[in-house]
């Protein structure tokens, strides 16, 4: 698969994703990126669809026509459970206690939402060119209604299962999310995290086992870690985590301490962690998940676990503290730098070309 | 790090290296190897040091004076538990019943010894080229007598920690070994699983993190494996899984079949396991592990838990099963093939090479 393929795809210069983050960015990554000459992206699972119809107001002005790329989850909204949430709020007592917080304030909800017919018809206004999905696909009448305007339609795969399974439905082209990837996993067939796989076993054995194209996605901080990934056969690259220090990134402010390496270790120790959302993550260890240990069966289902949460976060970071905040990271932050995003879609670009 | 330094600090042809396997291969596997231009590698860990002697005696003479590698575990022998020992057994006895084994007959028994004056004695004789190490590196007065006779010394880091005190204590070369790579994990430093990496992100790190050449291991199958680990800055490379297959390797004939794909899944299903040995190492998923779960804290410590599987082992492997054998493999098996070890290395040896 050449690289240009996956260009010609997307409708950019470069075979380049910027991963879409909810939560650490908005438009102003996107556009940037998109102008750029690589596919900008929207994380959608955190926006109401008047939120989601501002920020693609703010792309399509600030970006002249410019492919980019709108992402959502495809998760099943799961019925409340009383007794699980009730546990969750158990478990996270002493911690409501030791920062004053009154629990029977708390507000449960969801937090992140699925694609759905509301969102569908707000992208109906905008026609992206791209929509990439993580956690399966929507339901069939719904992504005929995403491939009514054109859309080139994208999904991760975590396993050669889920890679066949979505080359069944047709998808325009898949990502495959390496282990070492920062934020959720995306996986949907199995949720048995031993299937998960580093991208240098799991990308060669998606690109032999469908005739889509595959995007490689985990662990790539730089112009080696794109060479490196075209090597191993991608057809494009997504880079998150290297993005997270742009001056366009939302991070909070200890987020973006601890990246920096202003404090803690030098290298990052991250984990997987259910306990922000109910599914597992890749973020930075932290407080929380030292004390009740990353994965467990504490958390309620996604994405029921960040009600509870959310006042515990709101209070730590008010006082400069990332001990109850995701810190979504990938196992490489080595390619963190406080610089443009354009700029670095630029440094990352070179991997493109032979090694001079 | 050019591609050059470590082969000409090996004293090879090729920056290229066999992975020592323990079990899986003994002295023909590393002829045919470093024959074949490559560091063959020789498992030490469950040689005795008459074994040990046979073995070497058989390389030296039909190397012709190339140089090899010999391997060994760097572990601490712990206390025998009796209590741990009677738990794990009554852990297995539903398969001793199912086996007509009697447990009052099973010997206990380390299987596996780490380096030792007894093993240095042995190598002074043959003097080899190259000594790796896992599990962290000898006492100073026995890491002494390898280096007296000029012998390069290498051994494996799983994270940024392991690979500067490597790097502090002088070794030659650090073996980066991605959560890719089959077998026994080889951190020293932490027990924490969360804090192994898959190869993109640990590479680059550890060539950032330390001035010794770094050799890239875990997930490379093939030649575009290799492409892309040097694209990473790797130095040099260490393949084992992809040998597996080779009429070189000794492994059982149910290890073979599954590998082979004749058998379950085309595509591997592998995991982390404690059960075979005490210490996690990967190895494809089969009955034992999906049963008492891959880790846990019912096996002993390192390395008790081979005797009370031995039986087992041996009654399945009779019939054909591999289910209560450690069956270990890499992530990524798709560069398996069975063809002669020497084929496989010249195959892997255009990765070193631009690519046509």
């Known amino acids: 698969m050449a690289s240009s393929s996956i260009a010609q795809l997307l409708g950019t210069q470069l075979p380049l994703i910027q991963a879409p983050m909810a939560g650490a960015q908005g438009s102003a990554m996107a556009v940037a990126v998109s102008n ?3 596919l900008g992206s929207l994380p959608c699972a955190m926006l109401t669809p008047d939120a989601m119809r501002a920020e693609l107001t703010a792309i399509q002005a600030a970006t002249g026509g410019k492919p980019y790329n709108v992402n959502f989850f495809c998760h099943h909204v799961p019925v409340p459970s009383p007794q699980r949430e009730a546990d969750w709020r158990q478990a996270l007592a ?3 206690a ?11 909800g969801a937090g992140r939402n699925p694609f759905s017919a509301e969102a569908a018809a707000v992208l109906e206004e905008f026609k992206p060119a791209v929509v990439s999905f993580h956690f399966g696909l ?3 009448d719904l992504l005929a209604r995403v491939r009514a305007w054109g859309a080139k339609v994208l999904c991760s795969a ?13 998808v325009d082209a898949i990502i495959a999310q390496g282990l070492e990837a920062g934020g959720h996993r995306g996986h949907f067939l199995s949720p048995d995290l031993t299937r998960q796989m580093g991208t240098f076993a799991l990308l060669p054995q998606l690109v032999k086992a469908v ?4 995007i490689a996605a985990g662990g790539i901080a730089d112009a080696d870690g794109v060479r490196a990934a075209m090597a191993l056969g991608a057809a494009g690259v997504q880079v998150g985590t290297a993005y997270l220090l742009c001056p366009e990134a939302t991070i909070s402010a200890p987020h973006r301490l601890v990246l920096s390496g202003k404090i803690g270790a030098a ?10 959302t109910g599914r597992p993550a890749r973020g930075i260890m932290n407080r929380l998940m030292r004390e009740l240990g990353p994965l467990g069966d504490v958390a309620p289902e996604f994405p029921m676990a960040t009600a509870a949460i959310a006042p515990l976060r709101a209070k730590a970071e008010s ?5 109850f905040s995701p810190l979504w990271s990938g196992q490489n932050a080595s390619g963190c730098k406080p610089i443009p995003a354009a700029e670095l879609t630029r440094e990352l670009a070179a991997g493109f070309s032979a090694r001079s």
Chains 1, 2 share one sequence.
């Not at 030791?98 to 449960?108: C, K, L, M, S, V």
């Not at 005739?211 to 595959?214: A, N, S």
């Not at 006082?319 to 001990?323: A, E, H, I, P």
């Open 211 to 214: 005739d889509v194209p595959v």
């Open 319 to 323: 006082q400069g503290s990332g001990d």
């Open 267 to 276: 290298h990052l120790h991250t984990a997987l962690t259910n306990l922000f």
């Open 94 to 96: 002493p911690y409501y």
């Open 158 to 170: 975590t396993t050669v299962d889920e890679a066949r399974w979505l080359a069944a439905r047709g």
């Open 138 to 140: 929507p339901a069939d």
């Open 98 to 108: 030791e920062f004053g917080i009154d629990p029977a304030g708390i507000a449960a």
């Open 36 to 38: 750029a000459g690589a």
